[in-house]
């Protein structure tokens, strides 16, 4: 029983963003669980690169994909369908961000941030519907997972505005979408990850001090692992994810519930 929990075998995945990252945890952990998974990055002499890399693990492929712009999202859907006629899982991962002050914050920030983590999301998603809509049985629905953040739910930018505010964007529509598709077959959820190392989040967290200073905020004591981002793409990809649909799901050490622990406090009881 606790094999088939997470049995992803006979299933195919599509991983934007699967080159780097968290986009390459995800692809990794659905390789290993059985699936077959196609990856998509901008880059794509470098995804098909790993994806050499990861068919040791498993029947994977890798192509370019920039979900950026409507053109690059008519190309990844060409290529997704010239190699496969079914698609149970699909993972929005890929994403940008932007850095800047708040008085030098710019329309070209809010533009290349939201056209890659909210308009190529949905977009994709879009073309890919019927697919997904298709490929669905009876009792074991299609799945997307949305790669959302932390940031999304908090207030908190940390001088990304742009990216907090999509990322919030893709919690609600992840909500909007499983309101609409949960009874045509494809559960549609999200994870909401806190700090994680990745390529990203490098230029903070990339030396032992900024991780430490990172780690500390955490109420958990410290970062993601890949292990935590895996357990919970197959929760939500395996058996158990066939009954959740529209859930937030923050894999973040405790960082979005936690708030001051007393409002009225009597010092001297």
């Excluded at 094999?3 to 659905?30: W, Y």
């Excluded at 708040?102 to 519907?129: C, I, P, Y």
């Excluded at 790669?147 to 909007?176: C, E, F, N, Q, W």
């Amino acid at each position: 029983m606790f094999e088939n929990l997470f049995d992803l075998r006979g299933r195919t995945a599509l991983v934007t963003g699967g080159a780097t990252g968290l986009g390459r945890i995800c692809a990794e952990t659905l390789l290993k669980a059985g699936g077959r998974v196609l990856i998509a990055s901008r880059k794509a002499s470098q995804c098909e690169v790993v994806a050499a890399e990861l068919r040791a693990l498993g029947a994977c492929e890798g192509f370019g994909g920039d979900v950026g712009n409507e053109a690059g999202v008519a190309a990844l859907v060409d290529q997704v369908r010239a190699r496969t006629d079914q698609l149970h899982i699909l993972v929005n991962n890929a994403g940008a961000t932007w850095g800047a002050d708040f008085e030098e914050f710019g329309w070209q920030a809010w533009d290349k941030v939201l056209s890659v983590n909210v308009m190529g999301v949905f977009e994709l998603t879009r073309h890919l519907m019927p697919m997904l809509i298709a490929s669905s049985i009876e009792g074991e629905p299609s799945r997307i997972v949305n790669v959302g953040s932390m940031v999304g739910t908090l207030p908190l930018a940390d001088r990304a505005y742009s990216y907090a505010t999509s990322k919030a964007a893709v919690h609600h529509l992840t909500r909007i979408l499983a309101n609409e598709f949960t009874p045509r077959g494809v559960n549609v959820n999200a994870i909401a990850p806190g700090p994680f190392t990745t390529k990203m989040t490098a230029y903070a967290l990339g030396d032992a001090h900024g991780a430490g200073e990172a780690a500390s905020t955490v109420p958990a004591g410290r970062l993601g692992r890949p292990d935590d981002m895996a357990a919970a793409l197959l929760y939500l990809c395996g058996r158990g994810g066939s009954f959740v649909s529209g859930a937030i799901l923050p894999v973040d050490g405790g960082m979005t519930s936690q708030t001051r622990q007393h409002m009225f406090r009597n010092d001297d009881a």
